[in-house]
């Protein structure tokens, strides 16, 4: 009689497709009998619970609650609502710190929203009178920009190579205001 197709740990088992071979050899059923009945004795010693009834009520002792002092502050025990609460606390927490601090990186990132609505800082980092002008100045040349960089966007790789000819920055100290690698400013400018 075949196995069962998902009782995959019976000697006699074997998968029915591509076997790959036409040599069968037969198969040892002693070690399946021993695992068997290792099984059948870990399920037959699990502990036999006392089902004997207490007629008597005097028998059992009844607990004794003492009430909490009442100069000690609150001490009971936290329920799983209290759990509950101090995680959703903890989350929104963490999720108010984690949009500051993506505020403050988009602050500190060098692309688009940070000239956007700045012409000083236009003028001052790109030599262009206007936000306008610079993204003018892009759509004309991003159609012959090789994106060799999957780090910068095209107005970043713009923007550095304006910022590094205007102020003649070195490249190490460009790549850190970019947070690249240098040899990827390099590349880009």
């Known amino acids: 009689k075949p196995a069962y197709e998902m009782y995959t740990s019976h000697p006699d088992w074997a998968p029915s497709l591509h076997l790959g071979h036409t040599e069968v050899k037969p198969t040892n059923t002693a070690r399946y009998e021993r695992r068997e009945s290792r099984k059948h004795q870990k399920t037959e010693s699990k502990p036999v619970v006392d089902e004997t009834v207490i007629d008597d009520p005097g028998d059992l002792i009844p607990p004794v609650e003492t009430p909490p002092p009442e100069d000690e502050p609150d001490q009971r025990p936290m329920t799983e609502c209290d759990f509950c609460q101090l995680r959703r606390d903890e989350i929104n927490r963490l999720l108010e710190e984690n949009r500051a601090l993506k505020c403050e990186l988009s602050q500190r990132k060098l692309d688009e929203h940070f000239l956007k609505d700045d012409h000083v800082k236009v003028k001052y980092y790109t030599g262009l009178p206007h936000f306008e ?57």
């Open 133 to 189: 002008v610079l993204m003018g100045l892009l759509a004309r040349v991003e159609p012959y920009m090789t994106q060799r960089s999957k780090i910068l966007s095209p107005f970043q790789m713009l923007f550095l190579t304006l910022v590094h000819l205007r102020l003649n920055l070195p490249m190490q100290h460009i790549a850190h205001i970019f947070s690249v690698e240098r040899t990827t400013a390099s590349k880009t400018f």
